[in-house]
């Protein structure tokens, strides 16, 4: 394994950059159910957080048992909801949401929820995107050190 590998699967940065997908990918979902808030029988969708955080924990743990610590690669199982795409990234195959109420247009809107969606979505990115920023600069401080 490349020392650059070796360096991106340490510590947090594979959970980090894995919070920020899917904090990126569930901001496009909501925006995309706020865009269609008035469309007739449009059903909006969402994804479970406590889904991706048991398959993140799951990930993690099974990651310390196979390396005995916090480096190497993060393994990850799809769910109904958390899949691989071809280049081995999580994406997000959204079930029908279960809240808000249908509307005369089969519409089943709740735009105080999907706001806080937005928000939730926002804040986890920008806290996960800081904390990868850090520890980027941290190794690159570290390597520039040691040249």
Not at 19 to 27: C, D, E, I
Not at 50 to 60: K, S
């Amino acid at each position: 394994m490349s020392l650059i590998n070796q360096l991106t699967n340490a510590g947090a940065l594979p959970v980090l950059e894995m919070t920020m997908r899917f904090a990126a990918q569930r901001q496009r979902l909501a925006a995309h159910n706020i865009a269609n808030l008035d469309t007739p029988n449009f059903i909006q969708k969402d994804v479970s957080v406590e889904g991706f955080r048991a398959m993140l924990d799951d990930a993690v743990r099974e990651r310390r048992t196979r390396t005995g610590g916090m480096h190497g690669a993060l393994e990850w199982n799809e769910t109904s909801e958390l899949a691989r795409s071809s280049r081995g990234e999580l994406t997000l195959r959204p079930e029908t949401s279960s809240g808000g109420v249908l509307f005369h247009d089969r519409n089943n809107r709740n735009l105080e929820r999907l706001m806080q969606t937005l928000a939730e979505s926002t804040a986890a990115f920008r806290t996960a995107t800081d904390l990868y920023r850090s520890q980027s600069m941290i190794i690159q401080m570290a390597i520039s050190q040691r040249v």
